[in-house]
């Protein structure tokens, strides 16, 4: 192994991730949150119409690869007249994928709140708005960190694919040392080492942020 190499590859590498894979998974993971949340909301919806457009997003989002999906929004909107730069893409991409797994975990917390805390809201006079707002979704918050962390944990390592539409994170930065050095197998190794010590630490503060909220259960 070349030593010498590796020490001087890795902040390159490590940079890209503080600068570009970290970044670009909060962003998408930010917006695709605020859809899941709306695309939940219509699947919970009673109206017949919203509640199918909700399952058809879903559907079409888990049904299909992330990389197609990746690929449709950079290198097939141009053909219909619409051009977007990588990082765009790529951001628009991953909240779209966000919002179709993500909505399925908030509708679960949703439901999962007992149906009493509801009729006791009505019971007070509360509207169905606010009660969502003040009463189920603060506890279905509490019930869906786990899933929506490993959701989150999950879209870092996704990040990657966003080196084929040029968009510069850690695993770019590593590909652009192999070609200059050919040494292929070190530095995508070394990829995978910054991937893994990233996603240990969101993992440690995953399980901080559990035991916090276990406080109120």
């Known amino acids: 192994m070349d030593w010498a190499l590796f020490s001087s590859s890795f902040w ?4 890209g991730g503080l600068t570009g894979t970290i ?3 909060l962003a998408s993971f930010a917006i695709g949150l605020v859809l899941a949340l ?24 888990r049904g299909t690869p992330l990389l197609v999906q990746l690929f449709v929004v ?38 999962s709140v007992p149906t009493g805390q509801w009729e006791a809201a009505y019971t007070i006079g ?23 962390s490993n959701t989150f944990i999950s879209l870092v390592k996704d990040t990657s694919l966003a080196s084929l539409i040029l968009v510069t994170e850690a695993f770019r930065e590593a590909q ?12 995508y190794l070394e990829a995978a080492l ?9 993992s440690f503060g995953q399980t901080r942020i ?3 909220l276990e406080r109120y259960v």
């Not at 390159?12 to 940079?15: A, D, G, L, M, N």
């Not at 652009?176 to 530095?187: H, R, V």
């Open 74 to 111: 950079f290198y097939g909107m141009p053909s219909i007249g619409i051009v977007i730069n990588p990082w765009p893409s790529a951001i628009i991409a991953f909240s779209l994928n966000v919002g179709g797994y993500a909505a399925e975990v908030i509708r679960a917390a949703i439901l």
């Open 126 to 148: 509360m509207p169905r708005v606010t009660t969502l707002r003040r009463i189920v979704l603060p506890q279905a918050a509490r019930v869906s960190v786990p899933p929506l």
């Open 38 to 61: 709306g695309i939940a909301l219509m699947r919970l919806s009673t109206h017949p119409v919203v509640s199918w457009l909700g399952r058809a997003y879903v559907s079409l989002i």
């Open 23 to 25: 970044p670009l998974a």
């Open 176 to 187: 652009n040392i192999a070609a200059f050095s050919n040494e292929f197998m070190l530095l």
């Open 12 to 15: 390159p590498i490590v940079r």
């Open 210 to 212: 559990e035991r916090r």
């Open 194 to 202: 910054v991937y893994w010590l990233i996603c240990t630490v969101l």
